[in-house]
């Protein structure tokens, strides 16, 4: 049997110590060891430094009683160890008392100076002692640095006291440090106690067993090990400190509370166990040699039993990491809200409860290891090394593998959740703009389906101006519906879960918007056969109210008494029956307009037939089928008719009424929005989709444009020069901010496109301001003024304009205009050439008019 001799602590193994005692204390001052500042590493600072302070308490209470209980033998005492020390005189004292040996005599005075040379005296005692002291001065005791003085106290305890203990073992060729010999002692001692397992000088105290077991394996007599709890830790260390000091009269230098942590201060239980050694290593030796023989076989014993259980137990965790490691990089993750946050939810049950007891068993693991290399170690024994793949090594890198593996999880897991919160919202979002979309597209659906135009022209007029503010408010419109189908692609292309779903309301709100876009076009139609109607009726009267007059007149008695009379009233008839004649050709061509408006109101009301037969069959279709997780809507989310039936629009009138209501001018004083009182051809109201390529007549691009006249040649309210998009398509002129915007179907300024019919285009000579400007005239009286970029562009644009000029409108400025509601006699109808038109003209309603009167003054004389 060899035995460990005890050793020096060489310069190196007191430098390591006095570092760590450095490193422990400087926690609280150090502010760069971690460049991370999340609320996880700031709470872990935070409770670092709690730790250091109450170690540094624990320390300081220790390290004054162990102070204490050496100066006692000279009938000396200290309060407090950090001021106490500072005038070096307890401190030459104590190193007196442990070395037995003769310091010299302090320096007398209470001053600094006189501190310093005390303090200096022992610091040069202890470097003689071949202490190693770093980066310490005298300074720093007398001014009680705290960090410092602890750090020499351990420093005389280690030197002194700690560096005495050696254990005797089979081998004394194997060296030892103190620290690894008190702590061989300490497991030799307690080994074969149950809940024991000494494997460092923190932990392994705290049920306070591992004290009473190193009392019971000496003096068992005293204690009654058996009658131990586990549980109950504070019980366990009172007894210990009580029966130590009682009865082996050794000083209490911890209290329960002082062990009974969580973390316990290392130094503090080296120090008082190493009482305990001194203490027991004056008693006898234990045991012969034949019981030391005896207990080195079930060491052994036990160590292989240990290693068949390390074997067994590293398989299995590595088994189990490895699978769990495939199970968490599975990316098929679930495609709804709920599913989601099901897998996280079952992700974090398996970090709560599946994996902390695998973590236990991992540091088990290497407890195990450890208590096996020990034990051999103390025995003597070649100690055990796992095959590769089992070693510690191995084992945490496979771990480090499953929390990369883990992280990775809970990363992909948290972005699905994420995205999915993001679909259900852009969902929910889609759900209202939708049902407001539906209700307002019903709605507008059920107005534009009301006929009621009025019994008069002033009336169709007013209701003609109210609708082309319904198409320019619908047309305007069109932006909000493309944002619901935007919304629904975004959906669609994020791969939204219930996507059928709203695919089919997004093209619910399409059929309506379509469906509301025919309706207006069919609206518009109607109130353009009832304005021509009206017209054709005011045509109407007055040739009948012409006929009374003239019937009147031409039954007048007068012939002339002279001959020169009678000559004159022959010339006057033939003038008149010229008129006749005239008027009569007029009568045949409202003949002609009264069938063809017949007709094309019997072709009205075909079309809506048609229209009617075709929204009830789209009603009969079946609805597009749900998938199966859509969620039915609660009686109190907003009602939407995703598969409502559309309204049928009533057939238009054909029966007029003669009631009088108030009427306006036919083209009022409107804004400068280019509002058209010219029928329109419904498609035309916004560009088309397929750009001006579509139409061989189409043109579009930017002009810069400025409104001469309004209706009836009055002077446009704003006449500035604006750079407007202009887009020509169907005999119709838009106007739009930009590219986007036409393309968009967004008019500047709420603008509805200009009718063509009757329109005049040709270069403005008379405006000599700007280059490359010609000029537009409208059938209703409105001019516009508009300036290209060069020669070319100008032409282009009138030749584009003139082929886009609805055939049988008027192609000249002379050619006839429709009449304003100042006017009662319509002009001569150009389908009789050959009458001359030299001598009639028009009449006020008082029929005041002075050449007529004069023309006609025969007639009206009595006989």
């Known amino acids: 049997m060899s035995t460990i001799s005890p050793t020096d602590f060489d310069s190196l193994e007191i430098q390591q110590q006095y570092n760590d005692i450095n490193n422990r204390w400087d926690l609280a001052a150090e502010t760069e060891w971690d460049n991370e500042n999340s609320s996880a590493r700031l709470f872990e600072r935070s409770r670092i430094k709690a730790l250091a302070d109450e170690r540094e308490a624990v320390q300081k209470k220790t390290f004054t009683k162990w102070v204490n209980s050496h100066l006692g033998r000279v009938t000396c005492r200290i309060g407090d160890l950090y001021t106490d020390l500072r005038d070096g005189r307890m401190l030459i004292r104590l190193l007196e008392v442990l070395s037995g040996e003769q310091l010299p005599k302090p320096t007398k005075g209470r001053m600094r100076i006189h501190c310093l040379e005390n303090v200096d005296k022992a610091l040069q005692f202890l470097k003689e002692q071949k202490v190693h002291l770093e980066n310490m001065g005298s300074h720093d005791i007398v001014d009680g640095n705290h960090r410092l003085t602890l750090g020499l106290i351990w420093t005389i305890i280690l030197r002194f006291q700690i560096q005495d203990i050696s254990v005797e073992t089979e081998d004394n060729k194997e060296k030892k440090s103190a620290k690894d010999a008190l702590l061989l002692w300490c497991q030799m001692k307690t080994a074969g106690y149950p809940n024991v397992n000494i494997h460092n000088f923190t932990t392994s105290w705290r049920d306070g067993l591992a004290f009473n077991a190193i009392v019971h394996k000496h003096r068992p007599d005293l204690i009654e090990f058996d009658t131990l709890k ?98 968490l ?41 450890f208590t096996i290399q020990s034990k051999m170690r103390a025995n003597n024994q070649k100690v055990y090394t796992p095959r590769e793949g089992k070693l510690i090594s191995d084992i945490n890198k496979a771990w480090e593998r499953l929390e990369k593996a883990e992280h990775e999880r809970e ?4 972005n699905e959740l994420i995205r999915q919160e993001k679909l259900e919202m852009l969902a929910a979002r889609f759900d209202r703009k939708a049902a407001m979309r539906e209700t307002w597209l019903s709605e507008n659906q059920r107005l534009v389906s009301q006929d009621n135009f009025g019994t008069d022209l002033g009336a169709v007029e007013a209701a003609t101006r109210k609708h082309e503010a319904i198409e320019t408010d619908i047309g305007a419109y069109w932006e909000r519906v493309a944002a619901v189908e935007a919304v629904a692609k975004e959906l669609e292309a994020e791969g939204y879960h219930d996507v059928r779903r709203v695919l089919a ?23 353009n056969a009832h304005r021509d109607l009206q017209r054709l009726f005011e045509e109407m009267r007055y040739i009948m109210d012409w006929m009374a007059d003239m019937k009147s007149r031409l039954q007048s008695q007068d012939s002339g008494k002279h001959l020169h009379d ?17 008027q009569a050709e007029r009568i045949k061509a409202v003949q002609g307009k009264w069938q063809l408006s017949v007709y094309f109101f019997f072709q009205l009301e075909e079309q809506e037939i048609q229209r009617r037969r075709a929204e009830e069959e789209r009603a009969r279709r079946p609805p597009t089928p749900a998938p199966v997780e859509e969620v039915v809507q609660s009686e109190a989310e907003t009602p939407h008719v995703l598969h409502q039936p559309l309204p ?6 054909l029966m007029f009424h003669s009631e009088p209501q108030g009427s306006e001018s036919e083209n009022g004083p409107g804004r400068d929005s280019g509002l058209a009182s010219s029928r329109l051809d419904p498609s035309a109201t916004l560009p088309g989709r397929g750009g001006a390529d579509a139409d061989p007549d189409a043109m579009e691009g930017i002009l810069c444009r400025k409104q001469e006249m309004e209706s009836h040649s009055k002077k446009a309210a704003t006449r500035s020069w604006q750079n407007v998009y202009c887009v020509l398509r169907k005999g119709s002129l838009g106007f739009y901010k930009d590219g986007k915007s036409a393309a968009n179907g967004i008019p500047y300024h709420g603008e509805v496109p200009i009718s063509l019919g009757e329109a005049v285009c040709e270069i403005a000579h008379d405006y000599k301001k700007r280059k490359h400007v010609f000029k537009l005239r409208l059938g209703d009286g409105k001019e ?49 050439p050959s009458v001359d038109t030299a001598g009639v003209t028009m009449r006020n309603k008082d029929g005041k008019d002075k050449d007529r009167e004069k023309r006609f003054s025969f007639f009206g004389k009595k006989k």
């Open 784 to 832: 516009y003024l508009f300036q290209a970029k060069d020669e070319a562009e100008m032409s282009s644009w009138i030749r584009s304009i003139l082929s886009s000029i609805p055939s049988g409108s008027g192609d000249s400025p002379g050619s006839p205009r429709v009449l304003s509601r100042a006017m009662t006699m319509p002009p001569i109808s150009p389908v009789s």
């Open 505 to 527: 309301r997004r093209d619910n709100v399409l059929r309506l918007w379509e469906y509301l876009k025919e309706l207006l076009a069919a609206r518009r139609e109607r109130l």
């Open 648 to 653: 049928s629009p009533p057939p238009p009138p």
């Open 566 to 582: 009678v000559l004159d009233l022959l010339q006057k008839h033939t003038l008149v029956e010229a008129d006749i004649s005239a």
């Open 411 to 414: 990363l992909a897991l948290r």
């Open 329 to 369: 990089n599975d990316r098929q993750l679930a495609n709804s809200l709920s599913a989601v946050q099901n897998q996280l939810q079952a992700f974090n049950s398996y970090r709560t409860v599946e994996k902390p007891p695998k973590f236990t068993e991992k540091g088990n693991l290497e407890v195990l290891l």
């Open 230 to 327: 586990r549980s109950n830790a504070h019980y366990n260390l009172q007894n210990a400190f009580n029966v130590a000091e009682k009865e082996m009269g050794l000083t209490k230098l911890l209290d329960p509370e002082d062990v009974n942590v969580d973390q316990p201060d290392e130094k503090s239980i080296i120090t008082y166990v190493a009482t305990y050694y001194h203490y027991f290593s004056k008693m006898k030796a234990l045991a012969v040699e034949g019981k030391r023989i005896g207990k080195v076989l079930d060491y052994a014993i036990e160590a292989d039993q240990l290693i068949d259980k390390y074997e067994t137990l590293a398989s299995e965790l590595l088994e189990w990491i490895e699978q769990t490691i495939v199970t």
